[in-house]
């Protein structure tokens, strides 16, 4: 047996064996699944959705650490229910949808702390700014799949997102929710929905 074909068998070994630990990936029935975020207007809650994204999820409860999930949001998505301040959303000063049109999170780390809690950790990319994010998430298995629902908080202004005149945390608090509730079904992932 030549060393390449030696070398190759042992990296196809090794993968097999990488596989075999990790959590088997699951559809994302995205119909019934929901990203969002809080912001607090003059001192208002108002929540606005994120009409498209995608999520590759491959979770086992019973060995978390083999977990991974990774979510890519179309920023230019975002629907406060009303287009002058959708516009608005999408602009330079905001999130500048034309320049940086995803927003992302990958996994590093999924850990079990007890009673169908979770937490994951890793970065969060947003408008070209990268930084690590710990959020809190619960799973549950319901007759049709699995559910994943949690939340995280983010300083808007440490991702740039409300420039110039928009700084001022008095009109738009700094502090935003990032809300997400999956919905999971078993097999490969499901093509998302079309923008709306």
Not at 72 to 96: M, Q, T
Request: one cysteine or more; aromatic letters at 8%; hydrophobic letters at 45%.
């Amino acid at each position: 047996m030549t060393i390449t074909r030696r070398a190759n068998q042992l990296l196809l070994i090794t993968a097999a064996l990488l596989m075999a630990g990790a959590a088997a990936a699951q559809t994302v029935i995205y119909e019934k699944s929901r990203v969002s975020c809080v912001s607090r207007q003059m001192n208002v809650p108002v929540e606005a959705v994120f009409r498209k994204f995608t999520a590759q999820i491959a979770f086992d409860p019973a060995r978390a650490e083999t977990s991974k999930a990774q979510i890519e949001i179309d920023v230019g998505s975002f629907d406060l229910d009303n287009a002058e301040a959708n516009d608005e959303a999408r602009s330079k000063p905001w999130f500048d949808a034309r320049g940086f049109p995803k927003a992302t999170f990958v996994s590093t780390s999924i850990k079990a702390l007890g009673g169908g809690r979770f937490e994951a950790r890793g970065p969060l990319t947003i408008k070209g700014k990268t930084l690590e994010v710990v959020t809190p998430f619960t799973y549950r298995n319901e007759a049709r799949g699995a559910v994943v629902e949690g939340a995280f908080s983010v300083k808007r202004l440490q991702y740039n997102i409300g420039e110039g005149v928009w700084k001022d945390t008095e009109a738009v608090a700094d502090e935003v929710q990032i809300r997400y509730r999956l919905v999971l079904g078993a097999g490969t992932a499901a093509t998302p929905p079309a923008k709306k």
